[in-house]
């Protein structure tokens, strides 16, 4: 088997609101992938994080790295989530110069890359017959428009009949992936989507039966690696010779992402497939969460451990509106003086009153009292003699009896008021 040093980036994201931290994670890992001699470069879906025009910023910065990567060495970009990366918003990659060619694999196909490192695609889905020049087989499998299926299937049948139809066709790459590699040429898959039971950036299992792809039907393509994009967090699959790996995002853009932010190198052999993950210079997304007001000794302990310095930062808590003039958020400001973005993000809890059904029935103020304690399984003999208290004698005399450091529990101050003459 022929040898590869093959680069793989996912969920670049640039936009707008993203591009100082999409380009710089992204414009290290060209680097670094070039200064490695890689062999080619894998883009595998949401090279963008919204539609944008021509003349915009983010568009401008995301081609002059796709160019870098071009002057060394070819690339394949695969269509993203459509929300992310509208169709067609990929095309003009297609006629950027440089010294290889840019393929833009956004329909199911079987792609060649040959000794001359030049892209011929598959006539059809999937080749038949592998050119004789092949130095690599790519099987591509793009997001893959779910509305156009449902109108045809209904939308209660979509998610399940893509899935089969996808399982299918990563079958049927199988036989020209077999033949590849009996004749010595490595093979990989690139796909975007979800595989079932993967994990989140956030830690959230996704296990169901709407999902893309399952382990199994990917590993069934018989590809030496399979390339994933979508999934924010780096996690792998294997079975013998064959590897499955999501790098992940090679930025940071949300708070409560897990682990580092990477991008891939693979090497393909005779032994098979392996990667080495290279952390990026992702920011650091620091998160606080508090149920009542934030704890400032936490905060400020936390503040002479860890460098506050380019670290962006999100407090979020909850508190009674009696408690809001305790929060200094002057303060607060003052500890992560230095960070590259702070948030404070307080909520107040709205103070939820019950009804006591049947109340405006009773005439007395007592037995009100009584029903209310009642329904809120509360002993009404405290209050009932608080009420009868109020209307015997002056408050102040009350206030009084209650506040003098002799009377040390309510029933002794209940027994000195029966000394003073009622109001």
Known sequence: MMTMRIAHFSDLHYGHGTLDESDRCFRFAVETAIGRQVDLAVISGDSTHHALEAHSPALAALAVQVRRLLDHCPVLILQGTFSHEPPGTLSLFRFMGGRYQALVADHLEQVVLTQAREWVRSPGWRFDKVPPDAHLLCSCVPTLNKASLAAAVGAA?????????????????????????????????????????????????????????TANDLLAAGADAFMLGHIHLHQTWSR????????????????????????????????????????????????????????????????????????????????????????????????????????????????ACTRATGITQHLTLEEKVQRWASIAEVDSAPLIAALDDLRRYDPAKIAQRLLLPSVSTPESAHRSLELDTPR
């Open 240 to 351: 013998g010779r064959q590897l499955i790996a999501y790098p992940g995002s090679v930025g940071r853009n949300h708070y409560g992402e897990r682990g580092d932010k990477v991008f891939l190198i693979w090497n393909l052999d005779t032994d098979g497939a392996t990667f080495e993950a290279i952390p990026t210079p992702a920011r650091t997304m620091t998160e606080f969460s508090f149920a009542g007001p934030p704890d400032m000794a936490e905060l400020e302990a936390w503040t002479t451990t860890h460098d506050v310095a380019g670290t962006w930062v999100r407090i979020r808590w909850t508190y009674l509106e009696e408690e809001q003039s305790s929060i200094d958020r002057s303060r607060i400001e003052a500890l992560f003086r230095g960070a590259a973005n702070l948030k404070l993000e307080g909520r107040m809890v709205p103070l």
């Open 157 to 213: 049948d979509a998610a399940s009949v893509m899935g089969e139809h996808i399982a299918t066709v990563l079958r049927g790459f199988s036989h020209a992936n077999a033949w590849a590699r009996s004749h010595g040429i490595p093979t990989i898959g690139v796909a975007h989507g979800t595989v079932n039971d993967c994990e989140t950036e956030h830690g959230v299992p996704m296990a169901g039966l709407d999902h893309e792809f």
